[in-house]
Structures are given as C-alpha cells and as structure tokens.
C-alpha cells in the first residue's frame, strides 16, 4: 500500500529545523498514512547529515540529495513526482507552516470536490505575523495582486507554499509547469488549462526561529520583474524584447551620468583629458557591471571571484561594443547622416551588442552550465 499523503519539504539550509519538523508532522498527522520526502539542494550547513540519519530511522522520511541544481519549484516537482501518493503536500522546512492544518487539508481533498487546497496567510481567520517586516509585507501584497492575473482565481495568498493537491491535478499540470523560481503554486494555477477546483484555509504564519530566509530580496526581484513583464509587456511593439533589456539601457542611462559626474569632478581637479576620460569610463563600467548584477541579474548575481572574472569580461565586451559603436557611427555619419542620428545609432547598436553578448557570457549560459541553477 503506498502511502496515503506525501509531505514535500524542499531544504537549504534548515539543520535545526528538520528533526522538529517531523517530530511536529508525527504528532499532527497521527493515525494517517503518511510520509515525508525531503529535497535538499546540496546544503552546507550538515542539514543532509541530519536527514540521512532520520531517514535511517523512519521509514516513512525519505531524502532527494540533487547536487549541482538549485530552486524551490524545481525541489517541489521533483519530490512530489518521487512518490506514487494520491495526495501531496508543499510546505516548508523552517516551522513557519502550520503543520495541523494538514489533516483538515487533506480531507478536503479526499472528500470534497476540491483538487488542491492552499493554505493561507490572508484568508479569514490568517495572520501573518511571522512576515519578517513591514516592507516585506508590502511586497507580500502587491506580489498577491500581481499573481492573482496569472492564476486567474482569486486567491488570497498566491505566493503561498504551503498547500495540498491531489495527483490527478499534478499529472494534469505537470507538462507545462515552468519548474523556475519559487513561485510553484502559481505555476501549478497557471499550468492548468482551466483552473483548479480549489479551496483555502487560513492559518498562521509563524516567525522564523533557525537558520535564514532565502528569499527576502528574491521575492522583491521576482515581483519587480513580474509587474514589468505584465505592465510592459501589453505594449504590443515591446512584448519581444526582454525586460532585463530595458533595465540595462536605464542602467546604461545611469552609467552616463556617472561618467559624466567623474569626467567633471576630475578635469575640475585639472586631471589631463586623456586621463580623466579615461578614469570615467573605467569607472562607469565598474559601477554599471555592479548595479547590473545586483539588480538586472539579481537572480543571477556572481559574487567572489566570479565577480571579478564577470567584471573583466563586461570590460571587454564593453570595450568591443565601443568599437563598434564609433565605427558605425562613423561609416553613417561619412555617409552623410545626421551627426545626432548617427550617434543615437552608434550607442543603440553598441548597447545591443553589449547587452546580449554579457547576458550569454557574463551573467548567461557558462554561469549556468557552471552552476546549474533554474531558479
Ligand atoms: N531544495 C531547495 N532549493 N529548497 C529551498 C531553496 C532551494 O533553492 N530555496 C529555499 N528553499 C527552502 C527553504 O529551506 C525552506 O524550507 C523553504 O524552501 C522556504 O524558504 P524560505 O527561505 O524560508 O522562504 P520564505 O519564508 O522567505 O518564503 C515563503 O514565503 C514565500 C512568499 O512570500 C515560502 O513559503 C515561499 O514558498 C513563498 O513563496
Ligand atoms: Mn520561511
């Protein structure tokens, strides 16, 4: 007999929360037939140590090592398709959901129409204290009223990870789920040709007692990008082009007035032209690299000597995208163009080149195969 319901816990990073975890989900799901699959993305904190002994000695906890890979949907999916229960919850590792909920989750499922359940920190009767501060319930609420366009249900909490769906839903879905980012429950919503039955119940979100969220600043990435892409992406002219284009043109527009502002201050200082230009530039380079891999590919973000072997080939790609950029300029302007015109193409096409070929090979492709992140 397989078990009845399968409780998915993705894992980075929970050492202190596990072993209570279970503890908790024993005392919860007493007298069900359950178990509970971790999926842990190669944790260094000993969280693996921990599992593998639970695991040794339960028979119903079992653990998904995956190495080289990252990404909370992509950890759901993989766990949930891992198991053959007719039920499956989502929930997190770190005790912020709460696991009582689980019996009355999954008896909606299992006897009303209903084919996923999705807990909730805004439904009547919610609380979402635990939410770590103000500005991150903010962007809890505007993330929700972005989401609710994609899932096309009016649900409270679409950002939620904590919920319970039964399997025919999954296998439903499972072809065109996205399996990027964190936002599984939306992808399941969005996945689904028409939506699913579903039904909510409010819980409360505890505080956060071991170990670090992963997702503070993500999710405000994520939800910036969303509303570009759902905002931006109506005009018909720009729906092809990425939106992280347009966020490396401003930060290209930003990088000017750097340039500017140290060409200034140094020739004020009476630093030879030469030289100063050339500080600007280097300096407009570095702060553009920066503001990019903070913000445009902030999913992306190279840190430590990545960092600086990224740095080195913006320098170049940039400095290649400037050749360009003058020699075409030069050729439009000789053949008898605009001086303005030809300058705006110049930078236009050197901006294309500059952008493009760092989204392949400073923040793209080699960074992936390196990593393997789909998050
Ligand atoms: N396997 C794996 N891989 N697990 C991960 C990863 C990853 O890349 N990133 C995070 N996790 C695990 C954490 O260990 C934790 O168990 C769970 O996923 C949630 O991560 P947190 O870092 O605690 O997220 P949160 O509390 O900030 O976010 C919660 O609220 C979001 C909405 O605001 C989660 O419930 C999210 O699912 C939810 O979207
Ligand atoms: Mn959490």
Known sequence: MPYQLAVIVPTLNERDNVEPLVDLLDQALAGESWQVVFVDDDSTDGTLDVLHRL????ANVSVIHRVGRRGLSSAC???????TAPFLAVMDADLQH????????????RDEDVEIVVASRFADGASADGLSSGMRRTASRVGNAVSRLITRAPLTDPLSGFFLLRRTLLDRVAPALSGRGFKILLDIFASSPRPPRYAELGFTFR??????????????WEFGMLLADKTLGRWALVRWIPIRFFMFVAVGLLGVGVHLGVLGGLLHMTVPFLWAQS?????AMTSNFTINNSFTYRDRRLRGARFLTGLVSFYLICAIGAVINVTLAD???QQGAHWALSGVLGAGVGAVWNYGVSATITW???WRRRTGTDG
């Not at 500080?279 to 300096?283: F, P, S």
């Open 77 to 83: 999916i993989e766990g949930m398709q891992a198991t």
């Open 55 to 58: 695991a040794g000695d339960r």
């Open 279 to 283: 500080v600007a530039t280097l300096v």
């Open 364 to 366: 793209g492709s080699w």
């Open 331 to 333: 050729l439009v302007y």
């Open 207 to 220: 505080a956060r007692v071991a170990g670090d969220s992963k997702l503070d600043t993500q999710v405000l």
């Open 98 to 109: 709460d696991e009582t909920l689980l019996p009355r989750m999954l008896r909606l499922a």
